[in-house]
């Protein structure tokens, strides 16, 4: 959904990129860096109850995620081992956010139940991710779903951020179960729509079984 907006925000960083690609920067070194820091926001700031904070170093560092893929497309240099790392990074810093939400709810939050939804948010984030690359792997498609990568991160910093400078933790708590409950949706629906695949892909095989 908000695949859309990638062009404008692509525009926007393009003269960061370029001057990086200036400095002999790589972009797997601005994909590292923009872990780090999106890992430091969440389980530095976080669990210290410092939402605000922590939400707007989280959404500096996630915008490298975008310089990175202009700065490989630009200069030619994109290669394997760069998707590789990129969607391997992207996976930690994802666990980072609710990880550091799920600390924060241990510690000042004071609340198991949010808790155990920011605990969903990251275990079914991740399997959603994995679905999709295992089936790609097997040679299946599984790109349907409910809640994309970019609209989980967008969902919860924003409802996060939000509710910090508004005092109104009411919001983070509404993220929480949308994104619990959509992530483990769309896990369903990609387990679902593979199995449907797998099972044409046998019937075309061995149509006198049929």
């Known amino acids: 959904m908000l695949d859309r907006f990638r062009a404008f925000w692509t525009k926007v960083v393009a003269p960061v990129a370029h001057l990086l690609i200036r400095l002999g920067v790589s972009a797997d070194v601005v994909t590292l860096v923009g872990t780090l820091g999106v890992s430091a926001g969440a389980l530095v700031f976080y ?5 605000l904070i922590g939400t707007l170093v ?12 202009y700065m490989a497309r630009t200069t030619g240099r994109s290669s394997s081992f760069g998707a590789f790392l990129d969607s391997t990074l992207d996976r930690i810093g994802d666990g980072a956010i609710f990880a550091g939400l799920a600390l924060y709810f241990a510690w000042e939050g004071d609340s198991r139940l949010y ?30 779903g409910i809640a994309e ?12 951020g939000l509710g910090a400078i508004f005092d109104l933790p009411v919001l983070m708590h509404v993220a929480l179960w ?6 483990t949706v769309t896990v369903v629906q990609r387990v679902w729509v593979v199995r449907q695949q797998a099972l044409a892909a046998a019937a075309d095989a061995n149509p006198s079984a049929g």
């Open 115 to 144: 808790l155990v939804l920011s605990l969903i948010c990251l275990v079914m984030g991740s399997v959603t991710s994995y679905a999709r690359s295992r089936a790609e792997s097997l040679g299946y498609t599984a790109k349907v």
């Open 47 to 51: 669990p210290q109850g410092e939402l």
């Open 178 to 183: 949308a994104l619990a409950i959509a992530s």
């Open 149 to 160: 990568r970019a609209d989980r991160l967008v969902a919860i910093l924003v409802m996060t």
């Open 58 to 69: 989280i959404t500096a560092f996630v915008f490298s995620d975008l310089v990175d893929g």
